[in-house]
Each structure stands twice: as C-alpha cells, then as structure tokens.
C-alpha cells in the first residue's frame, strides 16, 4: 500500500502538450528573462506563474511581442485556495493561435493587483467581477464599482470562508 | 453621422433614459442608462447582474454529475453545447474515451442546437428592426427542433442529455429519417426568412453600417464566436481547434467584411446552412455502438486542472475547471461568450440613436442568464 | 319645436356615426389579426365567436374594464385631453366623407380642406400625449410624433392638391363624379403613390410605426395610457386608417363608381362597391404590416424631403402643364407612369447593386491550403 502511494507521487504532473505548446514552452524563457518567472505546465497548456507586481509588464511584453503576439484575453479568474488568491489569465493569440496560462498569488487580507485594462480591454468587466466576488482590488482601472452584486453587498461570495445566508421559506 | 458641431452651438439638453430591465428589447433583463441629446446617445452606462444566481459557486457544492445540470441553465437557448463543453472538460481531465456513436449524436444534436439557437436570433433579430412575420417563421421552425428535442431527450430545453462519458439514452428509431425530413423543413423555412428579410430595402437601411466593430476592437474585447467572425476574423474553435469530431466534416466558416449589424445577421443566418451541411455529414456517417463509457457515479477525477474551449452559438464558451481528487470541483470558472460580446455595448452605442441601440444591442445576441451566470 | 328636432337629428347622426365607425373598428381589428395571421401562418383568432369574429368586441369589453392606471406625476389635465384632442379630428373628419352618391352626413365645397385641416390636429394631441406623461420613453415618442407628422403633411396635401386641381373641386362627391370616364389613379399614378405613402406615415403604421415603435419606445406617447383612455388612442389610430383607405378609393380609385353601375343602383350598390374598395386598400395596408421592417426617424425625414416632396412637386407642375396646354389624358397618364418606372427603376437598380456588394464570404482554411499546393 505504501509502496503504491509512492509510486502515485513519483508520477510526473499530467503533461498533454500539443507542438504549439511545446514550442511555446522553448520559447517563453528567452523572451520573459527579465522577470522573475516560473514555467510550469498544466494538463495542456504552459503556465507561468509571475510575481503580482510584475503583471502588467508581462502582460504588456507578452502581447506586443512578435513571437507571442498574445492579443486575446479568453479569462480572468480568481480561485481562493484558502492562504492566498491566486489571479489566473488564459490568453491566446488570434495569429499564431497558441495559448497561454499566466498565474499569480496575492494575499487574502488586502489583495491588489496592477490592472490589466491597457492591455486588454475586455479585461474590464472581469476585474470588476473579480472585485465583487473575491475582493481582489485592481489599482489603475477605469471604475471598479458593483458588477453582478447590487450596491453595498457585504462579504465576498465568491471566497470559500464565505457563509451563505441560511435561506428559509416561509 | 451626427453632426457634432451643430448640437454645441444650439443649447440642448441631455435627458437620462433608463432602458431597461424590464424593455421589450434588452433580450432579458439588462439595463442599460442611457444619455440622449434629441435621439443621439451621448453616454452609455450598462448594468447587468440582475440574473446572478451565482452558478459558479454553486458548482462548487454539487458533484459531477449534478453540475451538468447547471450548465443547462447558463445559456438558456443552447443548453447542449454548455452541457458538451462541461462534460468535454470533465472528460478531458479524466481522459476518458468516447464512444463513436456518442459523439456523433452529441455534434449533430450540438448542432441542431445552434440551428435553434440562430433561428430565434433571426426571428427576433426581426422584431427589433420591427419586422414581425420573420419571428413568426423562425418560431415555427424552432417549435420543430424543440419537438425534435424532445422526442431524443424527453425535455424541450433543459435536457441534462450529454453526460460525462456519453449521452443519456441512444436516439430512437427514426431518428434518422426524422432528421433527414426536419433538415429538409429548416432548408425551406430558412430561405423563406432570407427571401424575406435579409435584402428588404429598409432592413438593409436600418442595419448596413450600424454598431460597426472592427477587427482590432473586436479582438481587444474578447468578442467571440459569430460577433468577431462578422468583423472578419476568422476564428472558430471547431476548426481552429477541433474538439470532439470536428475535424471529420467539411464545413465553412462564414465571415462577414466590416462587422456591422447586417454582418452579424447574416453570418448568424449563413452559419445555419454550415450547420445544417454539418448535420447531414454526421448523419451519413452515424456508426452503430455504444453510446455511453460507463463511469462511477461518485467521480473522482485526478488532481490537476484544466480549460476547455467550445464553440458555442454566442460565441467561444470556455471552461475553467479544478479538481482537488475529490468528488466535487474545487473551482469551476465559465468563460461566457455573451459576456465578453456585451462588454463592447458602450463602444458601439455611442453616437448612434435610440433606435440603432435596440438593433445593435439585438445583433450582439446575447443571453443574460449567462451574462450574470 | 322645430329647433328641439333638429337638434334631437344632429345628435343622433352624430351618435350614429360614432356607432358605425366603431362597428368598422371592431371589423377592422379582425380583419387584421386574421389577416396577419395568414401571412404569418397562423390562424388568428378562432376561440371567440365563430373563426373570432367576437374577438374585436371581448377585446373592447376587457379594454373598458379594465383598471384605468394613473401615475402620479402626470400632468392631469393634458393628460386627460390628449386621448380626445386625438381622437375628435379622427372623428370629425368623417363628418364630410361620402361613402356613395347620396349618403353623406354633410357635403361641403371645401371638403377636402376640411379634412386635412382637422387631420393635422391629432399632432398636437400626440406631442401632449407625450408630454403629460412624465415618462422618457412618451416624450422620445410625442417628438417623433411632431417630426414625422408635419413632415408627411406637405407632400399628402400636394398629392391631393393634384386631384383638386383635376377635378377643379374640392368636394369629395364632385370628385368622384367627376371620375365617372376613367379614375384618377389611371392619370395621377404618380399622386397616388405619394398620397398612399404619405398617408400610411400620418396614420403611424409600419412601415413608419415609429412614434409608437414597441421595441424602441415601448408605444411611444401611448406607454402611460391603459384601459378606457388608451382604447380611445385605439379608435383613433384604426378610424384614421379607415379615413386614408377611404380618402384613397374617393379621390384616385373612382368612390363608389363601378363600369355598368348606373341610376339608383349607385347610391345603394355603390356604399357595397365603396366597402369593398376600401377595405382591399385597408388589405395592402395590413399587408405591408406583416412583410416590413420599421424605418429610423432621421431616414423617414430624408425619404420625406428629399423623395416625396420633390415628387409631389413635379406632380403639380405636370397637372398644371396638362390643365393649361390641355393635353389628352392618355399623355398625362403616359407621363406620370415614366416617372413613376424611372424611380421604380432606380431604387431597384439600388438594391440590386447593395444585393450584390453586400455578402459573407465563406472562409475554408484547408480548402484554401490545398489550393495553394496546387
């Protein structure tokens, strides 16, 4: 029994990468070598996990760049494991038509994150999702009032510590 | 198109008009504010969330099996493709295989859903220009599919029919002749509607070079599926990236040249034929077999996360799925087409008139129960 | 006495016409939705009555019962006022239209003044409407209301100043006698159009249903109205309709005139023959209902301006020319048509052209690959 275990744990994490990725994934360190990075892999897409501070830049670099020429923003989402937000964008290029995964951590307590509006404008009305449901306060966006939750809704529903309000009929 | 210059000489006052949630023409309840100077919009202010159920937190709580449910009510009018692309992402972590027989019956269900899906965009894509007989056509060709639907499901729209690992129950006996007998139906409705709307004079004037998106906007937003297509980008996820059994038909991607209203309508209205060709490939081709890989009903799927991309009939529906190897994910994020097309409401509104917000607003085809989500 | 009959007679022929027009309202409501419902491939009303023919009346029935809502912020007195002020000039103008030879309420010499005088009244009834309201969406509609309606104005009364200037009258009897040879429509193609199309943007029906456009301002000056008061709009919209169908039939399709029809037989067979005129009129109206989409305000003005008020003109100054060099009618009516084919032709030319340039291409990605390995 233990011996499985080990084995299960000495498997590498899923790797599913298509050529694309895979080129993708040789090219990302020369191009992002002046950040502090990580590349990793995620079932079938490249990941990249930067530093919060660092986000805009990447993002800026990684569209304007000809190799890369990441110009389309497909999802800006949070996910709250618990000790830190973890801020994910999958973006794509429309030319080249690869895909790209870029991660980064902030804390629960007071999180706040370059906005990446400039960069893409769709990522406006994610971020003020991403504002209502989960706190995450994006410094430099055009406005980050209320999206999906009406004015002065207490809480971040979003999180997993939050507790919903016990429903009851009557 | 409105002379600016002018309106500042003259001292014209701007009045608020609050479109919205409850217009016979925000296609739900969206709300737009609007600031009209005469019938020129000056400043648009959109407001949605009036429709959020929190469907993304829910998933949270509900195993496997039950999110597919969940799915069905994200885009209420094309409930089989949501389902397929939750199921895909499920499968896709657990590297399950498909038997042949479902995938075919799920891309030409996925399909006849789409037909459905634009058929009512035509019909009420018409009432908003103030036509009414094309919404009628279309409804009656829908009602077919609806019935079509419910002979293969048991449901008309919420149909929880594509499960993890397959469909629900094999189609029935004459499905195939069935089918054959609505495509030819949906061919003569679908011309009828074209005959009738698409180069009437007045349509043309009411929607040629309105609500124009170019190319680089489109991209810049996220606007996706036949709303960027109609900019002339041709992106679609079927052929681009071909999931299921894509990659096994020969079929067109329709684009439009300069993204106006008229181009949205008609690469909707063209995109029905490419489905339609679509559908008869598949049916030539149904094999006999098994139409469901028998899983536990309790799933674990492996630890790991994972995005799937699908073509939906608003657009690219993308799902963002992790699982911490236990029986309910830890995080389900829906890329929802309809959202991001909305997002460029304030772009295109601006400077047009009230009665151009209505048709653009209709042309982006959205559906607000998978805005809010 | 005598003073106490006559005004017992004017009030009952009075009454009499606001029954008969209700009467034509209700069959008129049916008409259309059964109407509509074959072009759409419905079947219309069928549950009330036989084939729904007592659909017209539950409708009015439910319309007076109903609740009569009032929003307080409405200015009351206006708001009061306007369902009539756009309903009386509806009403009044019936007052003068003969329906055959003999059966007329009052004939006058200035009928056809009459008339359009009292039909550019129901503006300021709509603008009021629209205003009293307090409501956005009312007042976007009493300002289209304005617009559409004066505009319209110009060329249906030089569309009709042709018939007057034909017929050297402007009474609606001698009018028709006078057509008694050939109907003006044969010499006045060109009047006709422009009346007919005039008269539909004046009635508000699609497709220049833009004052009260449900899907962009959700009925426009009606939107506040309900029950009894918006029923009073009802009439007057449908009673309009009536009156442009029936003003069309008199001044351009001959009225009750019918070849082989003579003698008495005119003043009785002729209201059957004026009936069925106007209500095959009243059918292209309907028709154009379920087959048309709806204008925008600022191309309805420039189809006003820059199309049929330079049309009506040439119309007048080609009667004119007919009446003073007394040219055959043949000539006229040959005249009139070319114009008539020529902007057929070019607005088909058009369309055709816009038919042609505007498509969607279908993009095949291996298609194009295999075409470049060839």
């Given at each position: 029994m233990a011996e499985k275990d080990k084995a299960e744990e000495a498997i590498e994490p899923i790797n599913r990468l298509d050529a694309k990725s895979i080129a993708l994934q040789a090219m990302l360190p020369g191009i992002v070598s002046d950040f502090k990075v990580t590349i990793n892999t995620a079932f079938d897409l490249v990941v990249v996990a930067v530093e919060p501070e660092e986000i805009k830049q990447i993002c800026l670099l990684l569209r304007d760049n000809d190799e890369t020429a990441f110009d389309y923003l497909l999802l800006l989402?949070?996910?709250?494991?618990?000790?830190?937000?973890?801020?994910?964008?999958?973006?794509?290029?429309?030319?080249?038509?690869?895909?790209?995964?870029?991660?980064?951590?902030?804390?629960?307590?007071?999180?706040?994150?370059?906005?990446?509006?400039?960069?893409?404008?769709?990522?406006?009305?994610?971020?003020?999702?991403?504002?209502?449901?989960?706190?995450?306060?994006?410094?430099?966006?055009?406005?980050?009032?209320?999206?999906?939750?009406?004015?002065?809704?207490?809480?971040?529903?979003?999180?997993?510590?939050?507790?919903?309000?016990?429903?009851?009929?009557? | 198109m409105v002379d600016q210059d002018i309106n500042k000489k003259l001292d014209t006052v701007q009045m608020m008009v609050n479109m919205g949630p409850q217009h016979p023409s925000t296609h739900g309840v969206f709300r737009m504010v609007l600031a009209v100077d005469g019938e020129r919009i000056v400043d648009v202010e959109p407001h949605i969330g009036y429709l959020h159920r929190g469907s993304e937190k829910l998933c949270e709580g509900e195993i496997y099996v039950q999110i597919v449910t969940l799915f069905d009510r994200l885009d209420y009018l094309s409930n089989l493709n949501n389902e397929m692309v939750f199921c895909r992402a499920v499968e896709k972590l657990m590297e399950l295989e498909i038997p042949e027989r479902a995938e075919y019956i799920r891309v030409i269900l996925c399909e006849l859903n789409r037909v459905a899906s634009h058929l009512l965009f035509i019909g009420t894509f018409g009432l908003d220009v103030g036509a009414m007989t094309p919404s009628m056509y279309m409804f009656r060709d829908r009602e077919k599919i609806q019935s079509m639907f419910e002979a293969v499901t048991g449901a008309r729209m919420m149909h929880n029919y594509i499960r993890i690992g397959g469909i629900k129950n094999d189609v029935p006996d004459d499905f195939i002749h069935r089918m054959k007998s609505l495509i030819v139906e949906l061919k003569k409705g679908l011309e009828e509607a074209d005959k009738l709307l698409s180069f009437n004079e007045i349509f043309l004037a009411r929607t040629k070079n309105i609500g124009t998106m170019s190319a680089k906007m489109a991209i810049e937003y996220g606007v996706s599926g036949p709303s960027l297509r109609a900019s002339g980008v041709p992106i679609d996820i079927r052929k681009d990236h071909p999931y299921s059994i894509y990659d096994r038909f020969d079929f067109g991607i329709p684009i439009g040249e300069i993204g106006d209203c008229w181009d949205r309508y008609y690469v909707r209205l063209e995109e029905v034929r490419q489905s339609i060709s679509i559908m008869e490939q598949a049916l030539y081709q149904l094999p006999d077999g098994d139409t469901i890989t028998p899983t536990r009903f309790l799933l674990r799927p492996p630890k790991g996360e994972v995005y799937v991309r699908g073509e939906n009939p608003r657009g690219e529906i993308g799902v963002y799925m992790i699982s911490d190897g236990t029986d309910k994910p830890y995080r389900v994020k829906v890329r929802p087409p309809s959202f991001c097309n909305l997002m460029t409401i304030k772009d295109l509104l601006i400077d047009t008139y009230v009665a151009d917000a209505v048709v653009i607003l209709g042309s982006l085809d959205i559906v607000l129960g998978e805005v809010d989500r | 006495m005598s003073l106490i009959i006559d005004v017992g007679m004017r009030v009952s022929l009075i009454l009499g016409l606001l029954t008969g027009l209700s009467v034509v309202v209700l069959s008129l409501v049916w008409v259309e939705r059964k109407f509509l419902g074959r072009i759409q491939m419905r079947m219309g009303p069928m549950v009330v009555g036989p084939y729904g023919l007592l659909q017209p009346v539950a409708d009015a029935i439910k319309l007076v019962a109903k609740e009569d809502l009032l929003s307080p912020w409405v200015d009351r007195i206006v708001y009061w006022i306007a369902p009539l002020a756009v309903f009386i000039p509806s009403f009044m103008i019936w007052v003068t239209i003969p329906i055959s030879r003999d059966i007329v309420i009052r004939n006058m010499d200035m009928g056809l003044f009459y008339i359009i005088a009292f039909s550019v009244l129901s503006i300021v009834g709509l603008v009021a409407a629209g205003w009293a309201s307090s409501n956005k969406y009312a007042v976007l509609g009493g300002f289209r209301a304005a617009a559409q309606l004066i505009s319209y104005e110009i060329p249906l009364i030089m569309a009709v100043l042709g018939v007057a200037m034909l017929a050297q009258s402007l009474n609606l009897q001698e009018i028709v006698n006078q057509q008694d040879t050939y109907v003006y429509a044969l010499v006045q193609p060109l009047g006709l159009l422009i009346f007919f199309i005039a008269g539909l943007a004046e009635i508000g029906r699609t497709p220049f249903d833009i004052h009260p456009a449900e899907s962009e301002v959700v009925g426009g000056p009606f939107v506040e109205y309900s029950g009894a008061h918006w029923s009073i709009f009802f009439?007057?919209?449908?009673?309009?309709?009536?009156?442009?169908?029936?003003?069309?039939?008199?001044?351009?399709?001959?009225?009750?005139?019918?070849?082989?029809?003579?003698?008495?037989?005119?003043?009785?067979?002729?209201?059957?023959?004026?009936?069925?005129?106007?209500?095959?009129?009243?059918?292209?109206?309907?028709?154009?209902?379920?087959?048309?989409?709806?204008?925008?305000?600022?191309?309805?003005?420039s189809f006003g301006w820059k199309m049929l008020v330079p049309l009506s003109f040439l119309n007048i100054i080609l009667t004119g020319c007919y009446m003073f060099y007394g040219w055959p009618a043949w000539l006229m009516s040959i005249i009139s048509v070319t114009i008539l084919a020529s902007v057929f032709w070019l607005v088909s030319k058009r369309m055709n052209n816009t038919k042609k340039e505007y498509t969607v291409h279908i993009y095949k990605p291996e298609s194009l690959e295999v075409k470049n390995a060839g």
């Open positions: 989402c949070v996910v709250d494991y618990e000790d830190y937000l973890q801020v994910v964008y999958h973006i794509y290029s429309t030319s080249l038509k690869h895909t790209l995964v870029v991660k980064t951590n902030v804390s629960p307590e007071e999180p706040s994150l370059e906005s990446v509006t400039p960069v893409w404008k769709g990522a406006d009305w994610y971020e003020r999702e991403a504002h209502d449901l989960f706190g995450v306060s994006f410094n430099a966006h055009p406005s980050l009032s209320p999206l999906l939750l009406y004015e002065g809704f207490e809480g971040f529903p979003g999180r997993r510590n939050y507790e919903m309000p016990e429903y009851k009929e009557w | - | 009439l007057a919209e449908y009673i309009n309709t009536f009156a442009v169908a029936a003003l069309t039939v008199l001044m351009f399709l001959g009225g009750w005139l019918l070849p082989g029809l003579s003698g008495g037989a005119i003043t009785t067979v002729g209201v059957l023959v004026f009936f069925a005129k106007t209500y095959l009129v009243i059918l292209i109206i309907f028709w154009f209902r379920g087959t048309f989409p709806r204008l925008r305000i600022d191309q309805l003005m």
